[in-house]
């Protein structure tokens, strides 16, 4: 157990931190209540006393010691060796991973080699079989004595992984990195003289979809060939040729210096050519010319750049230790440059996902990259652009003029390939099955785009991504709407996912019509765009058939009650993440609550993900107390020892998710209001936040003390419109960093609309009273076991 006997000096810094403010821009989408648009009666401009306070400077987060300490504290440890690869540490860039954990039956320490580049090439076998994930291969470390010990550390901060294995002819000492810029990962022993004889051997996997020990071969499927070893010069490389053309090359060399012995390791890919092999030894031949201190100067810079963007503190010790494993397990995983993250990110094992899910696994991924503002991380975003044409070759041919439709499971260049088998999932008709119709996976996918412009006004987001595949994406649904008898417009069955059955004017796809017609009018707006078809959005938006509900909420589609336990929550999408109907709208209060109730107390279905979502379900309606109950449920009831998460095999979407939760508890930004400390649990009495980003490009700092709100800081990287709701007690103080009062309006109940210039900082705190300026982790309510395998 960690007794946190350190925080009394977390305490002197008084558990506060200052910095960037929070945003909510313009209204976030149609159907949403707009929180924030006139002053409440009686209310009107006011202003600070005539006069300029003493400036406020900006010294939060001015060193390292506030993410240290917290990273310190939640770093994994294992002093038992783990067996799995849920036990286990893992390293990654977002293209190379490794999973470390004991090698099965042997007296060995097992460190995999995955990519994320690494798939098959033969569409005619489908996603999930022909464009597969490939496996790869692993070293294995052999001592020469037993092992008897291990006592590992993965120092979060360094992201590195150091420690020792004690074995009965002595110890090793080890240290492994997976460069974050270079394609490479070094293992650095130090032996003591009885094991100065260990060795490392690297064995090959089968090239085959990791589906097969899960489903039947397609007809005429067969395993790649057997990679090819040889030596060169002082390196080694295993070629694994495909039968598709192409290869991909695991290039090895090990180099001693005094008593440290060190292999650096690379993977490439190449199709269809096989320029994998030299790219590989490159690799390894420049990082082998340096020791691994020289090695991890700049990788250590990256990742201590990469914390200090945003900071995020909670009394709940051991739920703040998984967020910010969540937050290095992420930036290991993703990277605008690499292939959008497949199920089992980087780290692949055997699993019958081996793509990337675009019915929700892919949606859930990305979440966190906006409020923990890190947005380098957005992937999916260059994805959709970059491989569009491949999207459209998903949609059929009778629409592929002004349309585009996503199939479930899709490659990293976002291709599908050819259906095989049962089970095939490509792009679906409104109307027929097979193939099952589940149109929304696009649209779905596109509000994340959407959330990535919200989050950081970059107009060229909306103009050259959400907007023309927006478009095209809410224009093949207006192929298949079609007037009732009531005058509505009304689509035919669809697949709501996963609930099992095809219904007409599914919630899900309404929802996400209602969604993309309303982002379209706006975007347009935005961008000046006359678009011919902005009749037809306003008459669908006028015209579409309503949500259809029952006694118990939200139904699956018309004729469909929801009636049996049901994982996923595609018939409340309305309600999150897309906001058309929420807490803010009273005449909504009791379907929002009588759908999630209904929803969640069906518990035979239920997986980790139901778990997070209804959090943020809790999240919305302002209720603190059960989010962080549903979030307790999930860490201990799904998630592993590392903090990864299983189904039939790795599934890496729902821990990342429950970040979002805790976003959502922390602070929400939907609808042009940003509301701060909206969802705090009872127990919850000092929050510390900074540069937490929000949707209108807004930074936002802030402390809560005592379960009171002491102040807020608020950054504009857009100047766009600045409305927050706090708790904070008034008569208020709403002052610049120069200590120059700024004109606000109070609209009522906490909520104030600033005038706030791009580049700008707006200080909230109670009058007579001024903010702290020191950023540190909150003292917990009580001691929590580390993740990992801890002794105790």
């Known amino acids: 157990m960690r007794g946190r006997t350190e925080v009394s000096r977390r305490t002197v810094l008084g558990g506060a931190l200052a910095g960037a403010a929070a945003g909510a821009g313009v209204a976030a989408a149609a159907g949403t209540a707009s929180a924030a ?81 690494v798939q098959d090439h033969r569409p005619e076998f489908g996603s999930i079989f022909g464009l597969a994930r490939l496996p790869i291969g692993y070293f294995t470390l052999e001592p020469v004595g037993a092992i008897t010990a291990v006592d590992w550390r993965l120092d979060l901060w360094n992201s590195e992984l150091t420690g020792t294995v004690t074995t009965a002819a002595g110890s090793l000492t080890l240290r492994a990195v997976i460069h974050t810029s270079r394609p490479v990962l070094a293992v650095e022993i130090v032996p003591t003289a009885g094991e100065r004889g260990y060795r490392w051997t690297f064995h090959p996997a089968e090239a085959i979809s990791p589906r097969a020990a899960f489903k039947p071969l397609p007809a005429g499927y067969t395993a790649n060939p057997p990679a090819v070893v040889s030596t060169h010069g002082k390196a080694t490389a295993a070629v694994q040729s495909l039968l598709s053309g192409g290869q991909h090359v695991t290039a090895w060399q090990e180099v001693t210096r005094g008593q440290a012995r060190t292999l650096y390791a690379s993977v490439a890919h190449s199709f269809p050519g096989t320029g994998a092999t030299d790219a590989a030894l490159r690799a390894v031949g420049a ?347 999930l860490l201990r009831l799904y998630v592993q020892p590392n903090t990864m998460y299983k189904e039939s095999g790795p599934v890496i979407e729902t821990p990342l998710s429950a970040a979002q939760s805790l976003h959502d508890m922390v602070c929400q930004s939907w609808g042009g209001v940003i509301r701060l400390f909206p969802a705090i649990p009872s127990t919850w009495k000092d929050v510390a936040v900074h540069d937490f980003r929000t949707q209108g490009a807004f930074l936002l700092s802030a402390s809560r003390q005592g379960g009171t709100t002491r102040w807020a800081r608020l950054h504009s990287e857009a100047g766009a419109p600045c409305v927050v709701r706090t708790d904070i007690a008034g008569p208020l103080e709403v002052r610049d960093s120069e200590g120059h009062a700024l004109p606000w309006t109070d609209l009522g109940d906490g909520t104030l609309r600033i005038t706030l210039h791009r580049g700008r900082d707006a200080w909230i705190y109670p009058r007579g009273t001024r903010p702290p300026t020191t950023l540190a982790p909150v003292t917990p309510n009580a001691p929590a076991a580390r993740w990992g395998l801890p002794t105790a």
Not at 82 to 96: D, H, I, R, S, V
Not at 367 to 378: R, T
Not at 480 to 509: A, I, M, Q, R, W
């Open 287 to 633: 990082a082998a010319r340096q020791p691994l201190g020289a090695l991890t100067t700049d990788h250590r810079a990256w990742w201590h750049a990469y914390y200090r963007k945003s900071f995020l503190s909670i009394p709940d010790a051991r739920l703040q230790s998984f967020y910010w494993i969540q937050l290095y397990k992420v930036a290991s995983a993703a990277r605008r440059d690499a292939p959008v993250m497949a199920t089992t990110g980087p780290w692949l094992e055997p699993t019958p996902w081996p793509a990337s899910w675009w019915n929700l696994n892919v949606q859930l991924e990305y979440w966190l990259i906006h409020g923990s503002n890190h947005l380098e991380l957005d992937g999916l975003t260059r994805s959709l652009s970059e491989f569009r044409d491949n999207i459209k070759a998903q949609t059929a041919p009778a629409y592929r003029s002004d349309s585009l439709v996503m199939a479930r499971s899709n490659d990293i260049t976002l291709s599908h390939g050819a259906d095989a088998g049962p089970g095939g999932t490509g792009g679906g008709i409104p109307g027929q099955d097979p193939p099952t119709p589940e149109v929304g996976n696009l649209t779905w996918a596109l509000h994340n785009v959407w959330l990535s412009y919200r989050h950081t006004m970059d107009e060229s987001i909306l103009r050259d991504v959400v907007f023309p595949l927006l478009r095209q994406s809410v224009n093949y649904y207006l192929h298949f709407l079609e007037p009732g008898s009531d005058g509505k417009l009304h689509l035919p069955k669809t697949f709501s996912p996963e609930y099992g059955v095809d219904t007409p004017d599914t919630n899900y796809d309404l929802a996400l019509i209602r969604w993309g017609c309303t982002t379209l009018l706006e975007s347009a707006g935005t961008l000046g765009v006359d678009d011919p078809l902005a009749p037809r959005w306003r008459d669908v938006l006028l015209r579409l058939a309503p949500a259809p509900v029952d006694a118990n909420g939200f139904m699956i589609g018309a004729g469909q009650p929801f009636a049996m336990s049901h994982r996923h929550y595609s018939h409340m999408l309305s309600v999150f993440p897309l906001y058309l109907v929420n807490w803010e709208q009273p005449e909504n209060r009791d379907l929002i609550r009588t759908s999630v109730d209904h929803w969640i107390s069906f518990k035979g279905a239920l997986q980790g993900y139901s778990y997070t979502g209804a959090a943020s379900f809790a999240a919305q309606m302002l209720d603190g107390d059960t989010a962080a109950g549903y979030l307790a449920d």
């Open 37 to 117: 648009t006139a002053p409440a009666p009686g209310s009107g401009s006011e202003s600070a006393p005539d006069g300029v306070v003493t400036g406020f400077g900006d010294h939060l987060g001015s060193d390292d010691r506030p993410w240290t300490e917290i990273l310190a504290d939640s770093d994994m440890v294992w002093q038992k060796m783990p067996k799995t690869w849920q036990e286990g540490p893992y390293l990654g860039n977002g293209f190379l991973g490794s999973g470390i954990y004991a090698e099965p039956g042997a007296n060995a320490i097992r460190f995999n080699v995955q990519h994320s580049e």
